[in-house]
């Protein structure tokens, strides 16, 4: 059984704002990986804080002059990739459970947005520790620091979303349980 109306507008709501915290990581996540790519001064830059953050955090990226960065960047970046590529099909799977009836399945809908906010919980993790170490902590120009720590604002946005979705949309459907089993002890 579908949740009612108020219920709807109220989720689809929550997932408007984890399409735009997602939209937000994947501007960033774009910028950072370019940013690896054309292996530009501000990804070389080591904060003040740290001895090298490059190699610290991706020891396997190194400067290279024979054309295989492009491709050792993408590899680097692509299960971060797959984790944008998943949440947003889980917004869209989270839209069709909200307003389809065959796709409204409380453990399905449960297991799958605990999946992508377990993911994107490690991709925030990651990614603020990254912009820290970029920047050692400094509001800065360097603008790697800056996509790390818009990647890591998407992220938080995102994460704290799927956990209000997930809480709405199996919250009525055990109340309105309750409340038939009470209707008829009555």
């Given amino acids: ?21 997602w939209v937000v990581c994947l501007g960033a996540l774009g910028h950072i990986t370019n940013e690896c790519r054309e292996e530009t001064t ?42 944008v590529a998943f949440q947003f099909f889980l917004i869209i799977f989270g839209y069709l459970g909200v307003f389809v009836e065959f796709f409204h399945t409380k453990s399905t809908m449960g297991d799958l947005f605990g999946i992508g906010t377990t993911l994107f919980t490690i991709f925030t993790s990651t990614y603020v520790r990254a912009g820290y170490r970029f920047s050692a902590g400094q509001h800065d120009d360097n603008t790697v620091a800056q996509g790390f720590k818009t990647a890591a604002a998407g992220g938080i946005v995102v994460c704290v979303c799927n956990y209000i979705f997930m809480f709405l949309f199996g919250s009525e459907e055990q109340s309105e349980g309750a409340s038939a089993a009470a209707e008829n002890k009555a």
């Fill in 42 to 83: 501000e990804w070389n830059e080591v904060g003040s804080g740290s001895s090298n953050a490059v190699d610290l955090l991706y020891p396997f990226i190194q400067p290279t002059d024979d054309g295989t960065r492009e491709y050792t960047c993408g590899i680097f970046f692509s299960l971060d990739w797959w984790i």
């Fill in 1 to 21: 059984m579908l949740h009612g109306s108020g219920m709807k507008i109220g989720m689809a709501v929550v997932l408007f704002f984890v399409f735009a915290g």
